[in-house]
């Protein structure tokens, strides 16, 4: 996929998605979506951490806001 990314610091990723690409993985979703980009594009990037209550936790990509197919 040709995705063109508009911003990226270590806590967010701004893309431009294009027409036609679903965003989130489904059952009935045929071919990659914005969330398989994503994840491939990360992996292996994968960060722990140990929260304010001693507590580990993982980060993980998260979808703020999901578009339709058809939009862009």
């Not at 610091?9 to 979703?29: D, H, M, Q, T």
């Not at 992996?43 to 936790?57: K, M, Y």
Request: hydrophobic letters at 35%.
């Amino acid at each position: 996929m040709e995705i063109k990314v508009i911003f990226e610091n270590e806590n967010y990723l701004v893309i431009n998605k294009p027409v036609g690409i679903v965003v989130n993985r489904a059952e009935s979703v045929g071919g990659e979506t914005m969330q398989d980009w994503i994840d491939n594009r990360d992996q292996g990037s994968e960060i722990r951490g140990q929260g304010a209550e001693g507590i580990l936790f993982t980060k993980r990509s998260g979808i703020c806001h999901r578009l339709d197919k058809e939009t862009s």
